[in-house]
T-cell receptor
Framework: EAGVTQFPSHSVIEKGQTVTLRCDPISGHDNLYWYRRVMGKEIKFLLHFVKESKQDESGMPNNRFLAERTGGTYSTLKVQPAELEDSGVYFC??????????????FGQGTRLTVV | DAKTTQPNSMESNEEEPVHLPCNHSTISGTDYIHWYRQLPSQGPEYVIHGLTSNVNNRMASLAIAEDRKSSTLILHRATLRDAAVYYCILSGAGSYQLTFGKGTKLSVIP
């Protein structure tokens, strides 16, 4: 069974440009999460989808970040325009059940974003 | 989510058991204790979780104190592949996100 896959694995863009990250969750997982680790900091939650609906986007840093999950399958995270402080590793995760109290989340390998 | 406290780093010799401690003195009655790890250049990986009783799976064992204020992740025989940052995370009712702290960086010495 394929795990959570993320594209691209690395992206280097200039300040002010737009970048779109993609996440394909495990098939059948309605719950999809985005996290990120910026340099020297801890991994932080960004948002949570249940199917195509945003359940919680409290971790989104500002309105330059837009996440979508049309059709409830794959998700995209767009950063527009990118700033230097957006550099970091962006992780996607999925889980089969709503809530993470008594279930596990499956993470992708991450996308390393470098803004220069 | 309640806070957890872990040592910043630990070392182990290869093929020796490793006991990774976690303190969570403010844990609530419905909080599950989860452990994830992150190998270099990879995403976090689920290891194990439990509520009150000790748990075993193919990767590790989780020993939970009777008062639930602390727990210990046990790797029975450390291998070089177990070198990673290990995170102890509490997840309670209505929890839809994982709160990662700094974790414990485990080094395994050949």
């Amino acid at each position: 069974e394929a795990g959570v896959t993320q594209f691209p694995s690395h992206s280097v863009i200039e300040k002010g440009q737009t970048v779109t990250l993609r996440c394909d969750p495990i098939s059948g997982h309605d719950n999809l999460y985005w996290y990120r680790r910026v340099m020297g900091k801890e991994i932080k939650f960004l948002l949570h989808f249940v199917k195509e609906s945003k359940q919680d986007e409290s971790g989104m840093p500002n309105n330059r970040f837009l996440a979508e999950r049309t059709g409830g399958t794959y998700s995209t995270l767009k950063v527009q325009p990118a700033e230097l402080e957006d550099s970091g590793v962006y992780f996607c995760a999925s889980s089969p059940r709503q809530g993470l109290m008594n279930t596990e989340a499956f993470f992708g390998q991450g996308t390393r974003l470098t803004v220069v | 989510d309640a806070k957890t406290t872990q040592p910043n780093s630990m070392e182990s010799n290869e093929e020796e058991p490793v006991h990774l401690p976690c303190n969570h003195s403010t844990i609530s009655g419905t909080d599950y204790i989860h452990w994830y790890r992150q190998l270099p250049s990879q995403g976090p990986e689920y290891v194990i979780h439990g509520l009150t009783s000790n748990v075993n799976n193919r990767m590790a064992s989780l020993a939970i104190a009777e008062d639930r204020k602390s727990s210990t992740l046990i790797l029975h025989r450390a291998t070089l592949r177990d070198a990673a940052v290990y995170y102890c995370i509490l997840s309670g009712a209505g929890s839809y996100q994982l709160t990662f702290g700094k974790g414990t960086k485990l080094s395994v010495i050949p």
